[in-house]
């Protein structure tokens, strides 16, 4: 099994940048597919973006796709979610998730999780 950990969300006006990170720990991590997913507050849980254990393909949804950019470190065990062009409707808790085979979009596929790292936009 893989641990998670998220990190670098925060408060940040609307046209701004974060990068958030999601360390892994306790196992392989180069073996997963690794999502970026967010939850906003009274909505379902929603796909962001989504990396291949090595880097091969990558997967966006369309509301973030130019403005975010995923990428992975499996030295370091990372991952990372740069995100530019900030909305308020960007506004969410950000997960990481790890699954074993290709990308998917549904939450339900992925089989490990992080806790969330809470990223508010302002107008």
């Known amino acids: 099994q893989v641990q998670l950990q998220e990190s670098g969300g925060g408060l940040v006006q609307t046209g701004g940048s974060l990068r958030l990170a999601c360390a892994g720990s306790g196992g392989t991590f180069r073996d997963y597919t690794m999502g970026w997913f967010r939850q906003a507050p009274g909505k379902e849980r929603e796909f962001v973006a989504g990396?291949?254990?090595?880097?091969?393909?990558?997967s966006y949804a369309a509301s973030v796709k130019g403005r975010f950019t995923i990428s992975r470190d499996n030295a370091e065990n990372a991952v990372y979610l740069q995100v530019d062009s900030l909305k308020p409707e960007d506004t969410a808790v950000y997960y990481c998730?790890?699954?074993?085979?290709?990308?998917?979009?549904?939450?339900?596929?992925?089989?490990?999780w992080g806790q969330g790292t809470r990223v508010t936009v302002s107008s």
């Open positions: 990396i291949t254990w090595e880097g091969g393909r990558i």
């Open positions: 998730a790890a699954r074993s085979g290709p990308i998917q979009t549904v939450s339900i596929a992925y089989n490990f």
